[in-house]
């Protein structure tokens, strides 16, 4: 199992290269080439969305990226610090308007990834989430000669 591994400032600048690495990555991991743009597009949107929970939270910590090539998959973890308030929370705590907004795009966030990519996982909690995105891969033919 390889795992390339991303730390980045949540600075909406750095999304793009997150993408094109999670690209060549996927591409050399033997993700079918039909799908790199699916790769693409989701791995943008996990990014944009760690950067907005940082930025938003006053969080000064990196971004994590991990791309993980096993025998017949290919994943990608996005991972944030911000604390995620589980929905009981959120209605106890009286959330003020904005908070619904960011709630809302949060789940919108979500639901385009979940549009992009049939295999995802969500964990959240207090000291941060986590977004697993899976594809299936064939390791690249070797040739000879």
Wanted: aromatic share 2%.
């Amino acid at each position: 199992m390889a795992t390339v591994e991303l730390r980045f400032s949540a600075l909406p600048e750095h999304v793009r290269t997150a993408r094109l690495v999670a690209a060549a990555v996927a591409r050399r991991a033997g993700v079918d080439e039909a799908v790199l743009d699916e790769v693409r597009l989701a791995v943008g949107e996990a990014c944009s969305r760690a950067v907005g929970l940082h930025q938003v939270g006053g969080i000064d910590a990196p971004v994590r990226v991990a791309l993980i090539e096993e025998e017949k998959q290919f994943s990608i973890e996005v991972g944030d610090e911000a604390p995620h308030a589980v929905p009981a929370e959120r209605v106890a705590g009286g959330a003020a308007a904005d908070a619904d907004v960011e709630a809302e795009e949060d789940e919108m966030g979500l639901a385009v990834i979940s549009g992009l990519v049939d295999d995802v996982e969500v964990t959240t909690g207090k000291n941060g989430g986590l977004i697993r995105m899976t594809w299936p891969a064939a390791p690249p033919a070797v040739t000879v000669g």
